[in-house]
């Protein structure tokens, strides 16, 4: 199991995936919102989402785990 990370702190303004979904490498799975701008966050990997670890709305860490994808 793989942990999509967050690359920088922000606000998490839109989750694109839900548990279950299957995913491709470089397929966007959150949008967070950092100083009016909106940056994607892709997986690193293909797979299925195992778990959403955020909401939206919900601010996040450099570092934080967003998403597990096995």
Same mark, same amino acid.
């Given at each position: 199991?793989? =942990? !999509? /990370? $967050?690359?920088? $702190? =922000?606000?998490?303004? @839109?989750?694109?995936? @839900? &548990?279950g979904d299957q995913v491709e490498e470089g397929q966007d799975v959150v949008i967070l919102e950092s100083?009016?701008?909106? !940056?994607? !966050? $892709? $997986?690193?990997?293909? =797979? &299925? /989402? @195992?778990?959403? @670890? #955020?909401?939206? =709305?919900?601010? #996040?860490?450099?570092?934080?785990?967003? /998403?597990?994808?096995?």
């Amino acid at each position: 199991m793989s =942990g !999509i /990370v $967050a690359n920088m $702190a =922000g606000s998490v303004w @839109k989750v694109l995936v @839900k &548990t279950g979904d299957q995913v491709e490498e470089g397929q966007d799975v959150v949008i967070l919102e950092s100083m009016k701008m909106e !940056i994607p !966050i $892709a $997986a690193e990997t293909s =797979g &299925t /989402v @195992k778990d959403v @670890k #955020v909401n939206e =709305g919900d601010f #996040v860490n450099e570092g934080d785990v967003l /998403v597990e994808v096995e």
